[in-house]
């Protein structure tokens, strides 16, 4: 069982920048993508952007709303994965919620990793709200 854990959540205005961190508790090297999800009230869960691992690394994908805003890493040796947040606008104002995937799961790269079926394990998730 992977634990995973949002942090650096919060409210800013229009164009402003946040950084999310998420502490996981096991780290995967598996050549698996982790990554950042978003859901605003009445939407469904959306994929934000994922990365690799192992052979992947370095691999990134983003949805085409956040292309040239947002930017995920990852410090896997401190079982940690980022998304830093640039030019925010109101329409991303969401809950976020890091994901992880089974031992079992693996999906290949790029649009397929915006599905959540790709992953098992879901922080509890950072509130981010941006005020025009």
């Known amino acids: 069982q992977v634990q995973l854990v949002e942090s650096g959540g919060g409210s800013v205005q229009t164009g402003g920048s946040l950084t999310l961190s998420c502490a996981a508790s096991?780290?995967?090297?598996?050549?698996?993508?982790m990554a950042w999800f978003r859901q605003a009230p009445g939407k469904a869960r959306e994929g934000v952007a994922s990365?690799?691992?192992?052979?992947?690394?370095?691999?990134?994908y983003y949805t085409d709303s956040v292309k040239g805003r947002f930017s995920i890493s990852q410090d896997a040796s401190k079982k940690t994965l980022y998304l830093q947040m640039n030019s925010l606008k109101p329409e991303d104002t969401a809950m976020y919620y890091c994901?992880?995937?089974?031992?079992?799961?693996?999906?290949?790269?790029?649009?397929?990793?915006?599905?959540?079926?790709?992953?098992?394990?879901w922080g509890q998730g950072t509130q981010v709200t941006v005020s025009s």
């Open positions: 994901a992880a995937p089974g031992r079992a799961t693996y999906c290949v790269g790029g649009k397929v990793t915006m599905m959540t079926q790709c992953y098992d394990y």
């Open positions: 096991e780290y995967t090297n598996r050549n698996q993508y």
């Open positions: 990365i690799g691992t192992g052979a992947n690394e370095g691999a990134t």
